[in-house]
């Protein structure tokens, strides 16, 4: 299974926030990764995931500039990926 790199855009695919995009913050382990999106989970307050709950896509924010505005700014950016038939998309479920 391809592991999720720090400033990676993801998306949520399970539990209450399925479609909201983040991106991650830190790597927990092989299975789990902090994300935040800048608004309500914020870098202070990130979200605990799964992996195998989270769709990456081929977009990084550079690790050097990530702070709460970067992300808020670099999600906006890329939300038109959605649109446009998730280019880069990687799914990290099994099964």
Do not use: C, W
Not at 42 to 67: A, C, I, Q, T, Y
Request: zero cysteines; glycine letters at 12%; aromatic letters at 4%.
């Amino acid at each position: 299974m391809g592991l999720l790199e720090v400033g990676q855009l993801v998306t949520s695919k399970m539990g209450r926030d399925s479609g909201k995009k983040y991106v991650v913050v830190e790597s927990l382990n092989d299975n789990q990764v902090n994300v935040a999106d800048g608004f309500v989970r914020k870098m202070d307050r990130p979200k605990r995931k799964n992996v195998k709950h989270l769709v990456g896509h081929g977009f990084s924010l550079e690790v050097e500039k990530m702070d709460d505005k970067a992300i808020r700014d670099f999600i906006e950016q890329h939300s038109h990926v959605e649109n446009l038939g998730e280019e880069g998309l990687t799914d990290h479920g099994q099964g």
